[in-house]
Structure formats: structure tokens, C-alpha cells
């Protein structure tokens, strides 16, 4: 194999990275930042997320990603403030994405019960690519599994990325709508034009609070919530039902189009069933999620796990914020 096959391959690597699509979390509630931007501040003071997820976990070089958030409500210019960090890895190759973000928000209130939050992000992303782990046709056939193909050392890209949204909601229920890469990025690793598709989100929810407290003082809820996504040529739609009985959370998700559309193998848009369940002590939430693959991966994939942990804090002596009530009634996983 010479360099020309070897330019050709890194293309066609390319090529099909620039049509991948972003990252995706099935506990987004447990990520809400980097759902919408509109979401940053949503809590009563300070909020720190870390997720975890291992998607498809019995494909080699599965995909992984981390993600780290800390947001800060400010009351006194109605305004929540943030920064986010993201490292998503695929593929033989470590094939990485990285993005660190600023996060911003705005509360209005259109009367007593009912509130607007339009939301910006803004900051940096890079991808890269360790061309030395990639394997090669000839590594298969010489018995040293070397290479004939020259070295190259890793490839990478920089980018500003700017991502907005809005969210309304009141004491029982939220809908909102995000865009993430609105000024088109260009995300190529050799220089060319890659721009990387805006990717725009329509969610929202209803809670319903069977008791505010039963006799042991517990808090008892159900919520059903949605959130449909589109990314060029893809589009998803996510529908879940939580019931919640503090402090545990039992939730079920599933994910696909059913009805709408067929799938690459001409049999209806399933995707997976998701399970989840949370537990919050004190101030510290812990989310698990199991995704259950239903489509024509399913004997091939082992599912994805996934792994939440938000820890929410105040000052109890500032009133200000021990008294904020109007929070977006969002699931917290």
C-alpha cells in the first residue's frame, strides 16, 4: 500500500467523521446544558454535573464520552452563568472531539407563574485524530503486523463554536427549543471545507405531583418528557415517562421514529429502550441508565451504559436564594 492509499483512506476516514453526528447523552435531563443553554442556572445557587457515557460497549473502540459542567445562578441580574467541558473518543484511531464552552442565561418573568429563559454557548472545539493507530490492509498480512505505510504524527483541528436557545416554562411543565453549531464551523482535519451541520432540538415535559408529601414527608410525582432532534440528514425522538418518589426516581425511555420512517434496512426506526434509575441524598443526585438496543444491532452492540452525578448547593444564609422556587420543572435525570 503506498501513500496515495493511504491519503485516500485518511479522506474516506474523513469524510465519514464530517458526516457523523454529535454526541448524545439519553439521561439529557442529567446534562441540561448541553441540551439548551437556555437551562444554565436552572437551580438555586450552584450546580457541578459530571456524566459518563460507554456507548456500545462489545464494538472495539467503542464510543466514550466525559462531560463536566458548573453552572452559577445570580440573582440580582436575573442571569445564570457557566462553563462546560465535553471529551467524546471513537474508533481504533481515538478519533476525539473536545469543547470547552462559556454558558449563558436569562431569566424574564412574564407573570407570576410563568417564565422565558433564552440561553447562549460560546467557546472552542477541537478534533483529533492518532493516525498511528490506525490498522492498515498490509498490517493484516505480514506476519510482524508492521507497516509499509509512512508515519505521521496526530491530526487536529480547531474551531469557534456557538450554540442558542430558549426555554418557557412554569410551576408544571417546560418546552424548549436549542441550536447548537449555528455559525457552521469548519471541523476538517486536512485543511479542507467540513462544516459541521447545525443541530437543533425541540423538548419539553409536564410534571404532575400526585401528593406534595405523604405522611413520611416524601415527595411523589410522575413526568412524561420528549425531545426531538435533527442534524442534517438525521433525526431522533425520545419519549420518557419518570416516577418519582423521593428519593428515588424510576424512569423508562424509548428512542426511534416509529411510523414516520424507515431505517437504513427498511424496517421501522427503533433504536433502544432505555432504564433508569436515580437516588439523591442531600445535595448529590446519582442517575444510572441502561440502553436496551431494539434495532438491527442489537446482537452486536451489548447496549450503552451511562452515569449521572449533579451536586446542587447554596449559601443558606443568603434568602435569596434559599427562596428561589421558580426552577424549570425538568426530570433530573
Known amino acids: ?32 446544558v448541553n441540551l439548551n443553554p437556555a437551562f444554565t442556572g436552572n437551580t438555586t445557587q450552584s450546580r457541578v454535573v459530571m456524566n459518563y457515557r460507554n456507548q456500545w460497549t462489545a464494538i472495539p473502540g467503542a464510543f466514550v464520552t466525559y462531560n463536566l459542567t458548573y453552572e452559577h445562578f445570580i440573582p440580582k441580574i436575573k442571569s445564570g452563568v ?9 474508533g481504533s484511531g ?48 505480514r506476519p510482524d503486523g508492521s507497516s509499509t505505510i509512512e508515519t505521521f504524527e496526530d491530526i487536529g483541528s480547531s474551531f469557534f463554536d456557538v450554540g442558542t436557545g430558549v426555554l418557557m ?30 443541530k ?11 401528593k406534595k408529601k405523604t405522611k413520611s414527608g416524601r415527595l411523589q410525582s410522575t413526568l412524561a418528557a420528549f425531545n426531538y432532534r435533527m442534524q442534517e440528514d438525521f433525526d431522533q425522538l425520545d419519549l420518557g415517562i419518570y416516577y418519582e418518589y423521593s428519593p428515588v426516581v424510576f424512569g423508562v425511555w424509548y428512542r426511534g421514529l416509529p411510523g414516520f420512517k424507515k431505517n437504513d434496512y427498511g424496517v421501522l426506526n427503533h433504536d433502544a429502550i432505555a432504564l ?28 450503552s ?11 443558606p444564609r443568603n434568602r435569596k436564594y434559599s427562596k428561589r422556587k421558580r426552577i424549570i420543572p425538568c426530570a433530573r435525570f
Not at 474523513?14 to 439521561?27: G, R, V
Not at 427549543?177 to 462544516?195: C, D, T, V
Not at 451504559?305 to 449559601?315: A, G, P, Q
Open 1 to 32: 500500500m503506498n501513500i496515495k492509499v493511504a491519503t485516500s483512506i485518511i479522506g474516506l476516514l474523513i469524510c465519514m467523521t464530517t458526516s457523523a453526528q454529535d454526541y448524545q447523552f439519553t439521561q439529557f435531563y442529567a446534562a441540561p
Open 82 to 90: 457557566g462553563i462546560l467541558l465535553n471529551h467524546d473518543q471513537a
Open 94 to 141: 481515538n478519533l476525539g472531539y473536545t469543547s470547552v464552552l462559556g454558558l449563558y442565561s436569562y431569566e424574564f418573568q412574564i407573570n407570576y407563574d410563568l417564565y422565558i429563559r433564552p440561553g447562549v454557548s460560546f467557546g472552542k472545539s477541537f478534533r483529533t485524530l492518532d493516525y498511528n493507530k490506525l490498522v492498515f490492509g498490509d498490517q493484516l498480512v
Open 169 to 198: 416554562y412554569s410551576h408544571d411543565f417546560w418546552i424548549g427549543a436549542s441550536a447548537a453549531h449555528i455559525n457552521k464551523p469548519n471541523e476538517s482535519l486536512r485543511g479542507q471545507e467540513a462544516l459541521v451541520p447545525i
Open 200 to 210: 437543533a432540538s425541540i423538548h419539553g415535559g409536564y410534571r404532575n405531583m400526585m
Open 276 to 303: 433508569l434509575f436515580g437516588y439523591e441524598i442531600r445535595k448529590l443526585k446519582f442517575g444510572y441508565s441502561y440502553d436496551i438496543t431494539i434495532s438491527p444491532l442489537i446482537s452486536s452492540t451489548a447496549g
Open 305 to 315: 451504559h451511562e452515569v449521572s452525578l449533579i451536586y446542587e448547593f447554596h449559601d
